[in-house]
């Protein structure tokens, strides 16, 4: 195994694998912060010293998760971005970036000087194969850099490979599958819309058909990533995202793999819809066989969730329907107006809109939650009908719970007439809990929201919602 083989098996030493991305939002424990430390990344500058020979940096390819600060150079930054660096947290960032500018410098030199002419048509774990998948006996002991990379999905070294070797890209692995087979298959979307945009001949691998006469609407029909990484293989952000558990990931896995169908079948030729592979099967029926189990859990996690969040949002609508009957102040018994109408009737209008609102928006997700009770939870409903409508159930419910809180607050204001600093520090508290209430939102919904955004651009951009 050569030193780019090793690299191609440590994707934790590359950006685009770890958690300093804010295109996936989906890999640290709480979402707000991995995008602070997405942005930090992104602006704090760091200076490699390339007078450093390749041996001394080869180091952090033998460990990539090893603090070593070879070849960077601190010496020449202003005090005042030392001193930063030097707290924990923007340090940490700050090694990361390093490390992964030192490893894709060391990646680009190893590739100069790779011989790439003996990959081409075979990947070279097992077995030759031809353009057409069929195995020969010719062997090589060596694994195939790219088919590595793309199957992790390190983004960085595929480019690296691609725009140094472009017909690096006639590469199969042992199936009989090409690299853009290995991208759907596990599902690495951003590396699929880089091979798309890039590869000379997209359409030839598009059509291509693997050992077992799969095509890659088939392979595009798994359930999840396959595990083919190697236990010594470290992937920090792809372990936390596999460890997520609730809910709303189960019901997000499975609408993404109804989007990536969709997404795959539309990029390919309609012939390949009908192709059935060795076991007979075509891709949408494989699709409909290995999903049936996920799409019963995403049933039944929703029909769960939906009750929870009924119960909750009837509690604070009975709340806010009884604030509109026991108004602040009370009634005057001989004409029925309340009493603080009078002297403070901007204060009691406000209270009333804040009640009525937090009401409104309280039915309003009440009825949405209803709707998703008594949805059929068909294949298509995942797309966009069961995302939506769980989108709107979850911030309707935000802003019923925070227009209660300011609704409490000018309440308790007009009942105890408190003093301006009291006053004032009730309504930073309500502010601050309206602000932990968002980023808690955030974390909650970000993957949705994510999922939404490219749902309905693939709807509008391709008008074919069926799949």
Do not use: C
Not at 148 to 176: C, H, W
């Amino acid at each position: 195994m050569t030193a780019l083989n090793l690299l191609a098996t440590m994707p934790a030493s590359f950006r685009s694998k770890s958690s300093y991305v804010l295109n996936d939002l989906s890999r640290a424990p709480f979402v707000p912060l991995q995008m602070f430390q997405a942005v930090v990344y992104k602006f704090i500058k760091t200076r490699i010293d390339e007078r450093v020979s390749e041996s001394q940096v080869a180091g952090n390819v033998e460990d990539p998760l090893a603090d070593n600060k070879v070849g960077i150079s601190m010496v020449e930054m202003p005090f005042f971005i030392r001193v930063i660096i030097g707290y924990w947290f923007f340090e940490k960032i700050y090694d990361a970036k390093q490390k992964h500018e030192v490893v894709l410098k060391l990646a680009h030199k190893l590739i100069d000087k790779k011989d790439w002419s003996h990959y081409i048509k075979y990947e070279s774990i097992e077995t030759e194969v031809s353009s057409f998948g069929i195995s020969s006996t010719k062997k090589n002991k060596v694994p195939d850099p790219l088919i590595q990379a793309t199957r992790l999905g390190i983004l960085e070294l595929v480019m690296a490979i691609l725009q140094k070797y472009p017909q690096a890209a006639d590469s199969f692995d042992k199936n009989g599958r090409n690299i853009l087979h290995i991208t759907v298959e596990q599902k690495h979307r951003f590396l699929y819309d880089y091979l798309m945009s890039s590869l000379a001949y997209k359409d030839r691998m598009l059509a291509d058909i693997d050992n077992r006469g799969n095509t890659i609407l088939h392979l595009a029909s798994s359930v999840q990533n396959p595990a083919t990484s190697h236990p010594r293989i470290i992937d920090v952000a792809n372990d936390h995202v596999r460890k997520k558990q609730g809910s709303i990931p189960l019901i997000n896995q499975m609408s993404w793999d109804v989007l990536w169908f969709k997404k795959v079948k539309h990029d390919t030729n309609p012939h390949l819809r009908h192709v059935r592979n060795i076991d007979g099967m075509t891709a949408q029926e494989l699709f409909e066989e290995n999903h049936t189990s996920l799409r019963e859990e995403a049933q039944k996690a929703a029909k769960d969730l939906s009750g929870n969040f009924i119960i909750v949002t009837i509690l604070i609508a009975t709340l806010n329907f009884s604030a509109l009957f026991t108004l602040p102040g009370g009634f005057n018994q001989n004409t029925g107006d309340p009493m603080l109408l009078s002297g403070y009737r901007q204060e009691m209008q406000l209270f009333m809109v804040y009640v009525g609102l937090s009401e409104l928006f309280a039915l309003f997700s009440l009825s949405t939650l209803l709707l998703i009770l008594v949805s059929r939870f068909d294949t298509n409903d995942f797309f966009i009908a069961v995302p939506t409508k769980f989108i709107i159930s979850l911030v309707t419910v935000m802003y019923s719970t925070g227009l209660s809180g300011i609704a409490y607050t000018q309440g308790y204001i007009l009942e105890g007439q408190p003093e301006t600093f009291l006053a004032t520090l009730m309504i930073l508290g309500l502010f601050f809990g309206w602000y932990v209430l968002t980023l808690l939102m955030v974390d909650t919904t970000v993957s949705i929201l994510d999922y939404m955004y490219h749902a309905f651009f693939h709807l509008f951009a391709y008008k074919s919602p069926d799949i």
